[in-house]
């Protein structure tokens, strides 16, 4: 089954306490990116990757930290997390078409991140 | 300033009743525009993707539309299991290819 996989789904933590929330895709998909979810700001942009190797920020980096080693995988990292990092956090993968339009995004479903 | 305004944002509308979803955007160039379905505690579902203005795409009850100012979603005779959230996004050619730019959704509920 295509899917994308993110792990925790649910995770409780502490101030300053680093964390890794993993994102794999099983459909060879180049673009992957990070996004949160706040009520009433909408989904904005953490990282993106291009493909391996290459990443780049988006709209709200600060705070935040991504690789991508391996074509399937896009770890979300926080080094150092905080309260107001506390959000639902989606990961979503695409294939990229030559001419540089954007393919349909599939996101995972998604992890809630809690800091205390 | 947000590139992308969805209104309203939250709809409630009787089973039947149809009605039009709206999302405008300011980008110095549109290289793509992108609406979605979310349900709740879920991940956003792919829609529809429109590239240039007069561009329209059906899929059930949903249709798409675009302008070069903004985009439709109409919802013809809808049903309860149409209520989501509803959100656009857009790629503009004046950013790096890979940005996107969300809409905060529209909230729809459609009652019996």
């Known amino acids: 089954e295509a899917q994308v996989t993110q792990n925790p789904r649910y995770l409780i933590t502490v101030t300053g306490k680093k964390l890794t929330v993993t994102c794999s895709q099983n459909m060879n998909h180049e673009y992957m990116s990070w996004y949160r979810q706040d009520p009433g700001l909408g989904l904005r942009q953490i990282y993106y990757s291009m493909n391996v190797e290459v990443t780049d920020k988006g709209d709200v980096p600060e705070g935040y930290k991504v690789s991508r080693k391996e074509k399937r995988n896009f770890p979300l990292i926080l080094e150092s997390p905080s309260p107001n990092q506390t959000s639902l956090y989606f990961c979503a993968s695409s294939f990229l078409f030559v001419g540089s339009h954007h393919n349909e995004q599939f996101f995972g479903p998604g992890t809630r991140l809690t800091v205390l | 300033e947000d590139q992308v305004t969805q209104s309203p944002e939250a709809l409630r509308l009787q089973e039947g009743e149809s009605s039009s979803l709206n999302c405008s955007y300011t980008?110095?160039?549109?290289?793509?525009l992108f609406w979605y379905r979310q349900d709740p505690g879920k991940g956003p579902e792919f829609l529809f993707t429109?590239?240039?203005a007069g561009e329209e795409k059906e899929k059930e009850r949903l249709k798409a539309t675009l302008t070069k100012k903004e985009s439709f979603l109409h919802i013809t005779a809808p049903k309860p299991e149409d209520s989501a959230t509803y959100l656009c996004a857009v790629q503009d050619r004046g950013s790096t290819l890979g940005r996107l730019y969300f809409g905060r959704g529209t909230q729809l509920t459609v009652w019996p």
């Open positions: 980008v110095s160039g549109l290289r793509g």
């Open positions: 429109l590239y240039s």
